[in-house]
């Protein structure tokens, strides 16, 4: 029985272990810049389903110092090279302190996604754009290494302190 709950409970920890680092297509962060007023953030990401968790396949854009009650128009491009090949993907308001965010949530084109621009409805030179080439902060491999090893330690704790809480066998010989 001892066995089969240490068995078991190696199975579960190293399940966890594997889907911890769960980031199954992408995860980037780019900086918007630009000439004028304003600056931002793009992410993008998928998140593999876990036990825990369903899925996530979103890009996001948040913009700061862009001007009050503005329109802009976000738009993306899965070409890292032609300034021609831009697709507006949605639009968004900001708000009285010129800050505003914009959501686009299980669209199949998320992880191909390499630049961003976000464009003044207006006309008006409001610009802000990014490329994922040059990620914010993305998860470095010694991040995602670190996790494997605290899981892999907590595993091994597990299974020592289920081994130490285990009856010991007792060698005294039974009186008839």
């Known amino acids: 029985m001892r066995k089969q709950w240490v068995t078991a409970v190696v199975m579960v920890a190293l399940a966890l272990a594997m889907t911890v680092p769960a980031w199954a297509g992408c995860k980037v962060q780019a900086v918007l810049t630009g000439n004028h007023a304003g600056t931002g953030t793009a992410e993008k990401k998928m998140l593999a389903a876990t036990l825990k968790s369903a899925a996530v396949n979103k890009f996001e854009v948040d913009v700061s110092g862009a001007g009050a009650g503005v329109i ?21 308001l900001t708000d009285s302190l010129g800050v505003g ?4 949530k299980n669209s199949a084109i998320t992880c191909s996604i ?9 006309g008006a030179a409001n610009t802000v754009s990014g490329n994922f080439n040059n990620p914010l902060n993305d998860d470095p491999p010694e991040v995602q290494n670190e996790i494997q090893l605290e ?26």
């Open 101 to 104: 965010e914009f959501d686009l």
């Open 114 to 122: 390499q630049r961003v621009k976000v464009v003044s409805f207006s």
């Open 151 to 176: 899981v892999q330690n907590e595993v091994q704790n597990v299974i020592e302190n289920e081994i130490q809480l285990e009856p010991q066998p007792n060698n005294i010989a039974p009186n008839p």
């Open 72 to 92: 802009y128009v976000v738009m993306v491009s899965t070409d890292t090279a032609s300034p021609f090949h831009f697709t507006p993907v949605g639009a968004f």
